[in-house]
């Protein structure tokens, strides 16, 4: 039988937004003073980051494998845990895209998502340091409604950025490689608000 507390699941999902935020920060650096030369380190740095959040998670899972009692539901425990992980996998996507698809330039659009996206990171953050006390705090909600937020300001910015790359550009290579670009950014900040459905329905059902 496990010997952890209740509260190590709630500093186990803190410790991963926390590496969701890190990952995000460390994009929009490296996109916003873009170096072809300096891609391949920035990358094995972006991979440590994402391999930390890997081993919280699996810790996570072990760790709840050996639990008699736990301070939420099993199945919700799990489902928050991968989609705070699936923030750091996708953040991490973005970052190979770049490298795979030979860009040599960043887009003015890809810089204005990174910092969408690290606002977004930072609510998240937030988000799970207030999640233990769910049940009494009631900015919650508030925080939800940002992130949701947030990820329509990033619907309205990627319908933009397709729009502008569609019409400006006549290479086709330059909108293939563009476009899924975009649309991996698109998918961190739909990550984050995946994490805030998952805290609602928590709450939801717990109070």
């Keep these: 039988m496990s010997k952890k507390g209740e509260r190590y699941y709630f500093d186990n999902f803190i410790a991963c937004a926390a590496c969701a935020k890190k990952a995000a920060v460390m994009l929009e ?101 207030k999640f233990p006390d769910f049940k009494r705090d009631r900015s919650l909600h508030e925080l939800i409604v940002e992130i949701n937020a947030l990820e329509e300001e990033g619907d309205r910015l990627f319908i933009s950025s397709m729009r502008k790359l569609h019409t400006a550009s006549s290479d086709p290579i330059e909108i293939i490689v563009w476009r899924e670009i975009y649309i991996y950014l698109e998918k961190c900040l739909d990550a984050c608000e995946h994490v805030a459905d998952v805290v609602e329905s928590v709450i939801m059902k717990n109070t």
């Design 29 to 129: 650096e490296t996109l916003s003073s873009f170096d072809v030369k300096a891609l391949p380190g920035k990358i094995e740095q972006m991979h440590t980051v994402e391999h930390e959040g890997d081993s919280l998670k699996h810790e996570m899972m072990a760790e709840l494998m050996r639990a008699f009692i736990t301070p939420l539901e099993r199945e919700d425990i799990i489902l928050l845990n991968q989609n705070i992980d699936e923030v750091t996998d996708c953040i991490e996507d973005v970052l190979l895209r770049v490298y795979v698809n030979n860009v040599k330039l960043i887009t003015p659009e890809t810089v204005r998502f990174t910092k969408l996206l690290i606002r977004c990171c930072e609510v998240v953050h937030n988000l799970l340091q």
